[in-house]
């Protein structure tokens, strides 16, 4: 009875724990285009996603898997750093199926150095969609991994 009830108990703690998933990479290749690479990362729910995937010569960020209603949405991200949340504010674009919001076009580039170099190195990230038509929602990832998927996406 005590290794059940054991056994219970660490299935319960295993699923608990699901609820932030670490960032993911694979390449895709459904027969019809060249295969590519994706990293991604679920949020706590399990129902949104951060995104990162290579289109020409940059490295674009999005975040998928909820409705957005405005066409261009600013975006409160926090990257937490050694404990310590940097803040950003960035003007999203949604996309034609309103179920992505494009975030940064180019991870790359001069101007997100900053924002890159934080993106690397935190632990998790808290994500709020501030709408003006529908209602706002906040998302949070565990970024663990976020340096391999870069690396994994640029290699």
């Known amino acids: 009875m005590k290794n059940k009830n054991l056994i219970l ?3 319960l703690l ?5 609820s932030y998933s670490q960032w993911v990479t694979k390449i895709v290749d459904n ?8 990293s991604y990362c679920t949020d706590a729910l399990d129902k949104s996603f951060l995104k990162l995937e290579v289109v020409g010569e940059q490295l674009s960020f999005y975040l998928g898997g909820s409705y957005f209603c405005d066409d261009m949405i600013t975006v409160d991200i ?3 750093v ?6 950003y504010t960035i003007e999203g674009m949604k996309g034609s199926n309103s179920k992505v919001l494009f975030l940064v076009d180019d991870l790359l580039a001069v101007e997100q ?6 993106f690397k190195a935190c632990s998790s990230a808290v994500v ?3 709408e003006s038509h529908c209602t706002s929602d906040i ?6 991994g976020s340096t391999k998927a870069v690396n994994f996406m640029l290699n």
């Open 113 to 118: 150095a900053e924002f890159f170099k934080d």
């Open 14 to 18: 295993l699923g608990a724990n699901k």
């Open 128 to 130: 709020r969609i501030n």
């Open 82 to 87: 050694n404990g310590e949340p940097k803040r």
């Open 139 to 144: 998302f949070k990832f565990n970024m663990s």
């Open 78 to 80: 926090a990257l937490v």
């Open 31 to 38: 027969k019809l285009d060249a295969p590519y690479k994706i």
């Open 9 to 11: 108990t660490l299935m």
